[in-house]
């Protein structure tokens, strides 16, 4: 007898194989699982009236508030953050959460300096940063020469240009640059208070004092008029 | 036919086992092909190197970049091409190139895989070019005048490294100028100084000299050694005692060698009020720094020892504490030497020795400062001696006809004279008087006899006073050789040149000319 023309026994086992075959085939593997899919964390600082920045640095005066940014955005609730003040013995705890204010002092253990980010799977990102506590330079107004003042002397005879600048910061290793504007022309003096220069002629002038410190923050004075009187001599 | 549908069935259901045997595709990270892609900087393509991600470059260096693919470059790629800046920049795993822009690079390697997979691997380089050194703002300006000595004085100037942040030092040099000549009592105890520094400023303490003039320059390098290609160069004057100023100048003369120079200043509201000065000063030696003047308004005079140099008068104003600067002094020689003959004569008679008389009022001539031609032929053996310039003849420079003798002379101040001279015939075909010397009452015998050996006639005998311009005797259309007559001394004056000529009827012509002296007392004469 022919089963395979006598009976659906052929069509039975063809059946039976296709079906085992696409079963087969279902039992194929899961897509392997993507990377971890943030680009970056980022901490960003910011002071009263001013907007975050990624320059870490506040001013004594004032409570600050640092806090940290998921790239990309729609991650950031997928990550929680901790807040520590780290030392070379141990980290102390500050907060927890994409937020943490404080106010700057100079005992810095309420300042952070070490953020820890964790996934849901448990993997952990440390980040340790300093945050610049830097009080900006100030220029005293008292200037040689002072506003309206009136100097004798000639376009090639030398006049004094002194001026004072502060900075609560001199004692910690901050340094203080300074640039004075006689009548436009600028020329950087460095950390001199003082300098003389001629080629001022008869007629009104004009200068100001700029002063900048290792960290950016800047004074700058008003513009100060003086006039030059030409004695044909040196005074 | 029963064994045939028996063997598809196993290889069907073999076939099939594959469907069933899941694990075989299961993803096995052990059995896959890392793809890595790393790349690398140097400053060479082949030595070895170690493997640098970032580095900073000098604007000059040729910079090469390598991209090590792994397993190896055999794996199955689509594309791989470098960027710079984001922008396309090679299609090749390793190449070189040179940036011209100072600044940070980002060079980023793409590696596109069969997969459609990106790797890439990015690495950081800084060019850092010439540092700028801002060569117009700075303190004190240039010819900055009345800086106390005695205080400090404060230098600043600024300097920039484009598109990188690097630190620069300077190489500072402060030097008192000096000068050909300082004024009484003007000796410097100021030390120079050349230093490296730190920062754009130097502040000096220690004392200067009053009434100087000092230069100072700048040159700015940065952390590669690289030198700004400006540098500061500028000046300044410090000032004296209240009351006091001071007179700097330049004194351009023309002469290579120094010349005396006397200098007054005459005071113009006080005439007992004058300040000499003895010097002197060539074309390469000529500032002169007075020392301490009083203020006032004076009245400069500059004279040379030598007359042909023009003096010099200018009002100057000394002011209090300012040094008067006067730049362009120019004492020159603009008078060329004097060529004369011993007797005065530019028509000479053939001699061994030639003798002229050169002056000039700038100094010494000298023997290279002359030289003489007979006609294109130069006449080497010359010696200048007092004023005498003597040229030597040779006996082959004799000549039946005029000859041709060119003299020139140059100054020290180059201001040249070229004169010529004409030499007579020699030897003479004729005999005639020479120089003579007769008493006022008596008389002379001239006369002229021609013997020359190649047969020419004469056409004219002539006596001619060079003197007064006027012929004395002239026979002409003559067929005599000789003629003779004897003149009285009343005819002639104290001294004058006789010239004895002699013309052939071919056109050539001799003279010679002779002096004639007629004295109150004979003392000797002389007939040739």
Sequence with gaps: ?235 | MKFIQTLIIIATVWLLQSCFDSNEHIFDEDDSIDITVEVTLSHVMSAPMPSVKADTFNIHDTIFLLANVGPNKAVHIQDYYWLMDGEHCSSEYNFKKQISTPGHHKFTFVLKDYFNDIHSDSLDVWVAGNPILNDSAYIPAQGTQAIDPYETIYFTWSAKTEGIRLAHRFHFTLNEEDFTYLGPHSESKFTPIDTILNEPYFEYHNELNPLKKYIWTVQAFNEYNLASIEKIESFFYTKGLTGEGSLQAKISTSLQTPIPIHISLQNKTDENKVFNYNLSASSSSNEISLGSIPAGAYQLTILSDYPDFKSINKDIDIRDGFVTILDNLQLTDSIAPSIKSITNLDTLDFSDTLKFIVKDGSGIINTQNTTVHLESDLITDRFYKDSILNVILREADKSWTFRILTISVSDGSNNSIRKTFYIKQSPLWFTTNSDTTIAKNGSIQLYIKDNNPFGFKVETLQFYNVTTNESIVSISNTDKSSFSAELEASLFDEEQTIESIIIYTNGMKQSKTWKLFVKDVYTKGGNE
Excluded at chain 1, 99 to 107: A, G, H, I, L
Excluded at chain 1, 142 to 165: C, E, H, Q, R
């Design chain 1, 1 to 235: 007898m022919n089963l395979f023309n006598r009976s659906i026994l052929p069509f039975l086992m063809a059946a039976t194989f296709f079906g085992l075959f696409l079963i087969g085939c279902l039992d194929a593997p899961d897509y392997p699982e993507a990377f971890t899919p943030v680009e970056s964390i980022r901490i960003l600082v910011k002071q009263k009236g001013d907007s975050f920045s990624t320059q870490l640095k506040v001013h004594p005066s004032d409570s600050a508030t640092i806090k940290v940014k998921v790239f990309p955005e729609k991650y950031q609730n997928d990550l929680t953050f901790e807040w520590f003040y780290s030392t070379d013995k141990k980290d102390s705890l500050l907060e927890r959460g994409a937020e943490y204010s404080f106010y700057p002092t100079k005992d810095k253990k309420n300042i952070p300096n070490k953020l820890i980010s964790t996934d849901r799977e448990g993997n952990k990102d440390s980040q340790i940063f300093t945050v610049i506590i830097n009080s900006p330079p100030v220029l005293s107004d008292s200037t040689i020469p002072a506003n309206g003042d009136t100097l004798y002397g000639s376009a090639k005879s030398v006049f004094l240009f002194a001026w004072y600048s502060l900075d609560m910061d001199l004692l910690n290793g901050d340094t203080l640059f300074h640039t004075i504007d006689i009548d436009g022309k600028k020329f950087d003096v460095g950390t001199l208070l003082q300098v003389k220069q001629s080629g001022l002629s008869t007629g009104k002038h004009k200068f100001r004092v700029i002063v900048h410190d290792l960290y950016g923050d800047t004074d700058t004075l008003a513009y100060k008029e003086f006039f030059v009187i030409d004695t044909l001599e040196a005074k």
